[in-house]
């Protein structure tokens, strides 16, 4: 077997099949031109068919960037997923890459943003860089009047942050929008409650991706077996097309689940607006939770499956300044009178192979 490493004083190998990066860089057209990736079509881009007529392909263009962007200004309600290389704050801390810790990792790759029409827009962060906030995506993401859905953006916020200095406004997390509507109704929540897990919940269906059919759960989890085997996945180019489906399916349900969501929220405090502010404020407090710490939150710096337990300590404290106090009052447990206790130390390490693979089981 592999020696066994510390995550936490392994230096980087560089993979070299994956795409080096480094925010904040000056874009390259020459370079982007150049790339394997620009060969394929925008997904959903105005112009390339009906609004449902996705194809291969992702945003990896100056020009095709400002194409779609245009188009989601128009909008007031997205859908948005990031994918990434043990992604959370990572490495990066401001903008800046820090030397020693665990590696480079936390890298932003892919970021695929949904619309209620269905279209699905892939943009590929490794081509277009930090210049791809400047020329819009910062002030999309930090456009209080256009809504993002998301299902647990804490790593992304985190990542998006301490990467590009976007701090993501009138985000509704899916994620913690459940467990405003379980707190509320009396149940369990101990736990949060993952993205599969809850559309089952709610009888929502695998989306039809056009051109591909109905992504099942088990072929997403193959897909999500790899990247054990292989932490650098999403960086490699030109992307597969399996992974590139496997992306946009992530995004497809979210339209349902955003209408289930808030139609029960409602229900439980009386009027959508009342309902929608508070999902919006439980959001903003959830995600600002990981990119606020000083460590990261990913796999390899701490064990990354505690994240599922739900911290109301941390979560309400920062509601209470925003929110009625008799709706706080409904939400508060006697378990939310202190913070949950730190992760424990990660049970991946980095091999000889830049590989993350689980720790031998003591």
């Not at 910062?138 to 998006?160: G, P």
């Amino acid at each position: 077997m592999a020696s066994r490493l510390n995550p936490h004083a392994v230096a980087f190998v560089p993979n070299p099949n994956a795409a080096e990066f480094v925010p904040n860089q000056m874009w390259n057209p020459s370079a982007i031109m150049s790339s394997t990736s620009t060969s394929s079509p925008i997904i959903g881009a105005p112009g390339t068919g009906s609004h449902n007529d996705l194809t291969d392909g992702v945003v990896a263009t100056e020009a095709a960037l400002l194409q779609v962007l245009g188009r989601l200004r128009l909008e007031k309600l997205l859908f948005v997923d990031c994918e990434g290389a043990d992604l959370s704050k990572g490495s990066w801390r401001h903008g800046e890459l820090q030397a020693g810790g665990p590696g480079f990792h936390g890298q932003l790759c892919l970021m695929q943003i949904g619309t209620q029409s269905q279209e699905v827009y892939a943009f590929d962060m490794l081509e277009l860089g930090d210049r791809a906030f400047t020329l819009g995506l910062r002030a999309l993401f930090e456009n209080q009047d256009i809504i993002k859905v998301v299902h647990d953006f804490r790593q992304d916020a985190d990542a998006l942050w301490h990467q590009h200095k976007v701090r993501a406004r009138s985000l509704f997390d899916t994620q913690l929008c459940d467990v405003l509507i379980r707190r509320l109704s009396g149940m369990a929540t101990r736990y949060v409650m993952g993205s599969a897990k809850l559309l089952t919940k709610h009888n929502i269906e695998a989306q039809t991706i056009p051109g591909y059919g109905v992504l099942t759960q088990e072929q997403k989890q193959c897909i999500h077996e790899r990247f054990s085997q292989d932490r650098h996945l999403w960086e490699r180019r030109p992307l597969p097309e399996d992974m590139i489906i496997y992306a946009k399916a992530d995004v497809l349900p979210m339209p349902n689940l955003y209408a289930i969501l808030l139609q029960q929220l409602r229900s439980l405090v009386g009027d959508e607006a009342s309902a929608l502010r508070l999902a919006l404020v439980g959001s903003e407090a959830y995600a600002s939770h990981f990119l606020e710490l000083e460590t990261c939150r990913c796999r390899l710096c701490c064990r990354a499956e505690e994240n599922a337990k739900f911290d109301g300590c941390r979560v309400f404290t920062r509601m209470a300044a925003y929110i009625d106090q008799r709706l706080l009052q409904r939400l508060l447990r006697p378990e939310d009178s202190q913070t949950l206790p730190e992760p424990g130390p990660s049970r991946f390490y980095i091999n000889e192979h830049d590989e993350s693979v689980p720790l031998p089981e003591q």
